[in-house]
């Protein structure tokens, strides 16, 4: 079992990192909202830097991929939806149909439509640079083996990145949370920076996570009109995640989880 960090214990860390900056009396929050911000002289901050150029699509080489079908599912209403969806923090053990799966990973950010030399998705972009990844810890998917999958957009399939058992390791990275590992599936969304900050510089995180949200609320959107549920968990130790999932948490870092599944029963 990994130790976690107790509660007080970060808040007094978070405390003396800011009594401990001379150099600024603002927390890293405002530093960064103020830092990343445009005056009619451009941008505010003075330390930026551009990332580099990186391919639209991530993909694995040699992965085993599942294509996904078209959606053919028409549930109720959007005014419908927007009134039922709400979080849910326990979920029952049926199984998550991989029709269901498919519809939901489509809706969060799948292909939509072109204009001009665009693909565009299900959620916005700033410049349509799409620095968002989807990968998903399969636990309960009616024709998946258990393990963790990459949404592979550019051709709508799931790589598998590693076969496996996770719950326990997602359950931990997630401060061993309740609502998380506990679910048939589970989405993690992740950002490649640079596909943002090659065009926007430092400003291009605040697009990010823009992004992320829009992409959040379609998952909680087609979820609740599946009649599941699901809940966004935005606190979580970073390096356990990015390690579960094999990625650096520098050039490619987690962003946010959400357990899926049908509620549980009272």
């Given at each position: 079992m990994r130790k976690l960090c107790?509660?007080?214990?970060?808040?007094?860390?978070?405390?003396?990192?800011v009594q401990a900056d001379s150099g600024d009396s603002l927390s890293i929050g405002p530093r960064f909202h103020r830092e990343t911000g445009y005056d009619e002289y451009g941008a505010v901050g003075k330390n930026i830097s551009f990332g580099e150029n990186k391919p639209l699509y991530k993909e694995y080489p040699g992965a085993k991929k599942t294509k996904l079908p078209q959606p053919?599912?028409?549930?109720?209403?959007?005014?419908?939806?927007?009134?039922?969806?709400?979080?849910?923090?326990?979920?029952?053990?049926?199984t998550v149909g991989f029709e269901h799966l498919a519809q939901l990973l489509l809706s969060a950010d799948g292909l939509t439509h072109q204009l001009s030399q665009y693909d565009l998705r299900a959620a916005p972009s700033g410049g349509a640079l799409y620095p968002i990844e989807i990968y998903v810890i399969i636990t309960n998917v009616e024709g998946l083996d258990m393990g963790l999958y990459h949404f592979r957009v550019a051709d709508s399939s799931l790589e598998l990145v590693k076969a496996g058992h996770f719950n326990k390791e997602i359950h931990e990275a997630a401060n061993e949370q309740s609502a998380v590992g506990n679910s048939p599936l589970t989405v993690i969304l992740t950002s490649r920076f640079e596909r943002s900050t090659r065009k926007y510089a430092d400003r291009g995180y605040r697009y990010i996570?823009?992004?992320?949200?829009?992409?959040?609320?379609?998952?909680?959107?087609?979820?609740?009109?599946?009649?599941?549920?699901?809940?966004?968990?935005?606190?979580?130790?970073?390096?356990?995640?990015?390690?579960?999932?094999?990625?650096?948490?520098?050039?490619?870092?987690?962003?946010?989880i959400m357990p899926v599944g049908f509620v549980k029963d009272k």
């Open positions: 107790p509660a007080f214990l970060v808040s007094f860390i978070l405390l003396f990192s053919s599912f028409a549930g109720p209403s959007l005014e419908q939806v927007i009134r039922a969806r709400k979080s849910v923090r326990t979920f029952s053990d049926r996570y823009m992004e992320a949200g829009a992409i959040c609320e379609n998952i909680y959107l087609q979820v609740t009109s599946l009649g599941m549920g699901t809940v966004a968990v935005g606190a979580f130790n970073d390096r356990w995640l990015n390690e579960l999932l094999e990625i650096d948490g520098a050039e490619e870092a987690a962003l946010l």
